[in-house]
């Protein structure tokens, strides 16, 4: 999956290293998209030394070994080898690494650039010295960076599983049944609801598989397979799902690549794992 970077070790300690050296990573957003150096038939994260603008005031966001990764406010960058990109591009990236860098990074910097005025009391906030938080000098309200709890699930019967296309796909592609944890919800409780409201399923032997965090949608997701029975009508949910199906093993449609838990668990299945 995309976060899995073995042996990379991710340090998200903030604020650790505040001065910015020349072979430091420098990432930049512009709403969805991400500026990315172009190095052969692929991208990556260009550095310091890559600028020759004035970089004012980057923020430091994480390291990974004796890398360290700071973000750029500003967005008016020229340079014949740096091009935004939409930010889906980054699960297509063959350096797996560097998608999960500027993945976590977009993630810090909208939370970083959505919370640049007090919420409460509309004055400029700062980011705080101790702790990965942004607080206001004037009215102490600490803001976090939102982490969103999702569940996703692989619903199986023998040997067919069932997929769905949703109707905000970036792509034509299958996955799985996913959602929202909603208020006073437990997170099983949610996969319950989920399957039920999307495709009118009811599902029994609910197995914890594993997380992951998701960046684009700042989620983290808990993986989950269950179990249903194939002669229940599949009712979709229409503003969410445009179609689903059951599909056998060997004999699966496009679906969601392994960068993402989704992919992972259809991956699983196909192997006979559950």
């Not at 692929?42 to 020759?52: C, G, K, Q, S």
């Not at 969103?148 to 599983?161: H, Q």
């Not at 259809?266 to 192997?271: L, P, R, S, T, V």
Request: aromatic letters at 14%; a negative charge.
């Amino acid at each position: 999956m995309l976060n899995e970077i073995s042996p990379g070790i991710f340090y998200n300690k903030s604020f650790q290293y505040q001065e910015i050296s020349d072979e430091d990573f420098l990432l930049c957003y512009s709403d969805n998209q991400v500026l990315l150096q172009k190095s052969g038939d692929d991208y990556e994260i260009p550095r310091r030394r890559d600028f020759t603008e004035n970089i004012e005031s980057p923020v430091y966001l994480f390291s990974v070994n004796s890398n360290h990764f700071f973000g750029l406010v500003e967005t008016n960058l020229n340079h014949p080898l740096f091009e935004f990109h939409d930010i889906f591009i980054l699960r297509n990236l063959k350096n797996k690494e560097f998608a999960w860098f500027a993945s976590v990074g977009y993630q810090l910097m909208k939370w970083f650039n959505n919370n640049r005025y007090c919420g409460r009391c509309g004055t400029k906030t700062e980011l705080k010295k101790d702790e990965r938080a942004i607080v206001c000098p004037e009215c102490n309200l600490i803001i976090f960076p939102l982490i969103s709890p999702a569940i996703i699930v692989a619903i199986t019967c023998n040997n067919k599983i069932l997929l769905a296309k949703g109707k905000n796909y970036k792509g034509d592609f299958y996955a799985l049944i996913a959602g929202y944890v909603d208020i006073g919800e437990s997170i099983e409780e949610t996969v319950v609801r989920e399957v039920k409201e999307e495709v009118g399923l009811d599902i029994k032997n609910l197995k914890y598989y594993k997380s992951q965090p998701w960046p684009f949608s700042g989620s983290l997701m808990f993986g989950f397979t269950a179990e249903a029975d194939d002669s229940q009508q599949i009712i979709i949910d229409e503003k969410e799902i445009k179609e689903a199906g059951w599909f056998t093993r060997g004999n699966l449609p496009t679906h969601a690549s392994d960068v993402s838990i989704s992919g992972d668990l259809i991956a699983a299945f196909e192997k006979g794992i559950f």
